[in-house]
Every structure is written in structure tokens, then in C-alpha cells.
């Protein structure tokens, strides 16, 4: 029978480590998700990863019982990711330049989900490669914001709790990201008719 | 009309998600009425958050990728997590000792004789004595550990299987003495049983039975056991050579069987039974009827200790009739 979350967390807690895995099943795709769209590079994400579930692992007896574990866990990872931007004295120019592709394959799927994907037009693939870029070229700060409200549907208050900010900082960055993604893709914005 | 715009402009962001009050909310659409250039504002954001919706494109990895990653990740914990005390206390005596080592480096200098004792200005006979006085302390336990062949050491490159086995009856005086046979399967290349042995409770070690080497089974019959040891030693480098051992009994036993990841002599030198490191676990059952000799073989399974007790719980009922619950910190 599969155990409910709180229950892995209390096994957990417990020091049973067999209860990490289902939790790593869980929620590896979002940690990394999360990683790669604030580091931008796989390798980095695959970094910080690690560093994320190893934390979990460590300090789950940290981890207040009755609170909601995913907030949890997007506080560690988000603030994994920015520390992890932040220690990286040279950053690099974009992602798809900095991944080894023999050994990453899973950057190589990003690029081709953007730009070689058989069902869409290659002028939505242009489109598609814009806007992600466009987001990938806000400060690290801003691009967190964006990514946990429009991408994983957070509320503000969420985001504050996870960034350890006022609700107030999160609507400006929030105010002002959107200001430069419009900018930054002034050209689209003005040609869609929605 | 400009302040008013501004005012206005900072909360668009807001009032697109919906998340104004009513007031702030008629506030905007008060505005927007008279104003082109808000409006426009609010149209363009509207236009970028149906883009961000429609075209950004997330990451995702390959299912390889995540298994490599699952796997890297177990490595790591395993190697990282200083779960027993004595590795606890290693790691804080550590802290404290390198602490207090920076402050006496500190006070020296500072203090009068800090040009004779200075330890910046006389770092390398500092540095030959540390060195010294840690081969005076290192030496002797490697070479004890090396030379440890009956147990094994991992100096050696050797791993253990070594199970223990308790049994419990639902009568608290059984009439029957069980007995046991341990089965050892070669399915792991390099696990090479070379030696076998019995260590009762009573402290007594038995010789060791004869072992046909055309057989994976020794039997256990000579002796009615209560509880006990069987070790075994088994030739091989790394974690997968862990080998299969199964108990067939007579009575109603509970049995496990791990390896430790250390040496069993540095093991019992730090006052630990070989047995209750977090390391692998196989729990094994007999039937119910006597006679029956159903053997009930569980997968290995990576357990804590603390889990083990609730992994007994995981069991088929029908299969135990245990008086007792096992408790781990018996072990």
C-alpha cells in the first residue's frame, strides 16, 4: 500500500531513509524545473538538486509539523537556486551554450521542444524560443518571481513565504518583470491580437 | 493626470491577476475609462501573460536522467550521513578540537612568547609533531584492523554477511528447540563464502560445519540455538556483492541478515554489534506448521534501524505468529 506524504515524513523523520525516495520521485521533476529555470544550466540544476534533497534528507526534523511540505520544499529549492546563482562568479551566456550535450540530454530535449518540434510552425517555434529566452534574461530575482506565479500558480502570499519577502516585494518585482518581458517582446506583443 | 497614471500603473500588475479589492479594483476601471495610455498598459500586459501562457517552454529531463540522478543521490546519502553516535561525536569533537586549536594559535601569538611559540613563524615543526603524535594514534588501529582476518576488515577489500538470528516462540518455554540451515546463494559474481561460523549466546563459538562444496546450504543441526550468530565472510569489493541469505528453520523464528559497512572489529571496538548499522536487511519467515518448512524470502530491502521494527509490521500477518514485537533498540 503507498504510504500518504505525511507519513514518508514522519518514516522520515524517524531516520528511516528508505521513505526519501517516493518523496524524490514525487517532486524530482519540479525541483528540477524549478533549478534549471533559475540557473538556467543543467549542470547547475543537477547541482542543485542534489544539494535540495540532501537538505530535505537533513533537516526534515526542521521540517514543522501540519505546515505544507511542497511550500517547504520550493522554499529550499528556490533559495538553493539563487544562492547557487549567486556564488557563480561567471555567469554564463545562456543555457543551451553551456550544457555539455553528450552528457545532458536533457538540455538537448529543451532545445528541441523549442526549436525542432515537428507539430508546431516553424514561426511559433521562433516564438516559442523568444518568450523563453525572454524569461531566461530577467534577473534571477524577477525571473523567480515570474516563474513560481505564472508557471507553478503560487500565490503571492506563497511566494513570500518562500522568498522570505514582503507580499508587497513580490508585486512589484512581480509589476516590474512583466514591464520588461513586455518590452523584451514588444515586437510579439504588438502583433498579437488577443 | 501624470501622479494619478502613476499610481494607477503599479497596481495593472495586480488588477490582470485579480487581486485587488473591490475598491481598488473600481479605482482602475474608473481610470481606464478616461485614460488611453493606462489602457494600452493594460492590454499589452494582458497580451505578454497570454504569450508567457501559450509559448514559454519548461525544462524537462529525460527519464535516464532522473534515474542517474536517483542513483547518484543514494550514493551520496550512503556515504555522507553520520547516523551512528560515534560518527556524531567524531564530528563534533572534530569542530571543537580544530576550534580550540585556533584560539590557543591565537593566544600564542599574541602572548610574549609568541616569537619563540608561533606558530605561523614555526609552522613546520608544528607540523612534523601533529604529524607525529596522529601516526602514533593512526598506526596502531590500522594495523590491528589489517591484521583482524578472521572478521575481516575493509581495509582488506572483504564484506560480511553475518546473520543473526533470534527466535521467538509463542510459547514463552519452547519444547522444541529449532534449528537452522543457512542458504547461501551464489547469484553475485565475486561472493565467495571462505568462512563460516557460529557464535552462540552463551558466547560458546562452535566449530564450524563441514562445508560441501558442492552444496550452498550448511545445516545447523547438532545444536538447538536460541539465539545466536552465524557469520560468514565473503570475498568481494563492492556494495552489490552482497550475497542472498536465507534461514530455513523448524520453529518459529524471525531472522534478518545484513552487512555492515565497517569492519566487524572496528565494529565491536566501538562497542556496536555488527549488526545494527542501517545497512541492508532480508527478513525471513517460517511456515506455520511444523514440518512445513515454507520459507518466506523477502527482498532485501535498505532499512533503517529504526524502520526495521515497522518494517516488520509490512509483513503478511498470516505468516507470523511472533509473541513479541522486535524491538530495534534490543538490538
Given at each position: 500500500m ?7 515524513i ?6 528511516d531513509?528508505?521513505?526519501?525516495a ?40 526542521t ?8 511550500t ?10 539563487l ?11 545562456s ?9 545532458y540530454?536533457?538540455i538537448t530535449?529543451?532545445r ?45 502570499a ?36 488577443v | ?39 494600452r ?5 494582458k ?6 501562457e ?83 594514534v593512526?598506526?596502531?588501529l ?9 572478521d575481516?576488515t ?7 554477511a ?83 541469505v536465507?534461514?530455513?528453520i ?24 555488527v ?8 527478513l525471513?519467515?517460517?511456515?506455520m ?21 515497522q ?21
Open positions: 503507498e504510504k500518504t506524504e505525511a507519513l514518508l514522519a518514516d522520515l523523520c524517524e531516520g531513509e528508505t521513505a526519501l517516493p518523496l524524490v520521485e514525487k517532486y524530482k521533476r519540479m525541483v528540477y524545473r524549478l533549478a534549471m529555470q533559475i540557473t538556467k544550466n543543467h549542470a547547475d540544476a543537477d547541482d542543485v538538486m542534489q544539494e535540495v534533497f540532501i537538505k530535505v534528507y537533513r533537516s526534515i526534523r521540517f514543522r509539523k501540519g505546515a505544507a511540505f511542497e517547504w520544499l520550493y522554499r529550499i529549492a528556490v533559495n538553493e537556486a544562492n547557487f546563482v549567486k556564488r557563480r562568479k561567471r555567469q554564463r551566456e543555457a543551451l551554450e553551456a550544457a555539455s550535450e553528450a552528457e540530454e536533457a530535449r529543451y528541441a521542444q523549442i526549436a525542432n518540434d515537428p507539430h508546431v510552425h516553424a514561426e511559433k517555434a521562433e516564438l516559442r524560443h523568444h518568450v523563453t529566452e525572454a524569461v531566461n534574461n530577467l534577473p534571477p530575482k524577477h525571473r523567480t518571481v515570474v516563474i513560481l506565479h505564472e508557471f507553478e500558480a503560487l500565490t503571492h506563497e511566494i513570500a513565504s518562500i522568498l522570505n519577502c514582503s507580499e508587497g516585494t513580490v508585486r512589484s518585482r512581480l509589476h516590474y518583470a512583466r514591464k520588461k518581458l513586455r518590452t523584451m517582446l514588444k515586437s510579439y506583443v504588438d502583433a498579437s491580437d | 493626470m501624470r501622479s494619478k497614471c502613476d499610481k494607477i500603473e503599479r497596481l495593472l500588475s495586480d488588477y490582470i491577476d485579480g487581486t485587488l479589492s473591490e475598491r481598488q479594483t473600481a479605482d482602475v476601471e474608473l481610470h481606464l475609462r478616461s485614460c488611453g495610455s493606462c489602457k498598459e493594460v492590454v499589452d500586459l497580451k505578454t501573460n497570454h504569450l508567457l501559450n509559448f514559454y517552454v519548461e525544462p524537462v529531463a529525460s527519464d535516464a536522467y532522473y534515474a542517474r540522478f536517483t542513483m547518484r543521490l543514494q550514493q551520496r546519502i550512503e556515504q555522507s550521513a553520520p547516523t551512528a553516535l560515534y560518527q556524531r561525536f567524531f564530528a563534533v569533537a572534530t569542530r571543537l578540537g580544530w576550534s580550540l586549536l585556533t584560539q590557543l594559535h591565537r593566544r600564542i601569538d599574541d602572548s610574549r612568547l609568541g616569537g619563540l611559540l608561533s606558530i605561523r613563524q614555526h609552522a613546520f615543526p608544528y607540523y612534523i609533531f601533529g604529524l607525529t603524535l596522529t601516526m602514533l593512526v598506526a596502531p590500522l594495523l590491528i584492523q589489517v591484521s583482524t582476518h578472521d575481516g575493509h581495509v582488506l577489500g572483504r564484506l560480511y553475518a546473520a543473526k538470528i533470534r527466535f521467538f516462540s509463542a510459547d514463552s518455554s519452547p519444547s522444541v528447540q529449532p534449528t537452522a540451515a543457512l542458504v547461501i546463494k551464489q547469484d553475485k559474481a565475486g561472493a565467495q563464502p571462505t568462512d563460516i561460523r557460529r557464535n552462540v549466546s552463551s558466547g560458546r563459538t562452535t566449530e564450524p560445519p563441514v562445508i560441501d562444496s558442492g552444496s550452498d546450504v550448511w545445516l545447523f543441526t547438532d545444536e538447538p540455538m536460541t539465539e545466536g550468530y552465524i557469520f560468514t565472510t565473503l570475498q568481494g569489493n563492492d556494495s552489490d556483492t552482497v550475497p542472498n536465507a534461514l530455513d523448524d520453529s518459529e523464528l524471525l531472522a534478518y541478515a545484513e552487512i555492515p559497512t565497517q569492519g566487524a572489529f572496528w565494529a565491536r571496538l566501538t562497542g556496536r554489534d549488526l545494527t548499522e542501517n545497512r541492508y536487511a532480508l525471513l519467515l517460517q511456515g506448521d511444523a514440518g512445513q518448512h515454507a520459507l518466506q524470502q523477502y527482498e532485501r530491502k535498505r532499512i533503517g534501524l529504526k524502520g526495521f521494527s518494517k516488520l509490521l509490512d509483513v503478511p500477518l498470516e505468516t507470523l505468529s511472533v509473541s513479541e514485537v522486535y524491538d530495534s533498540r534490543e538490538l
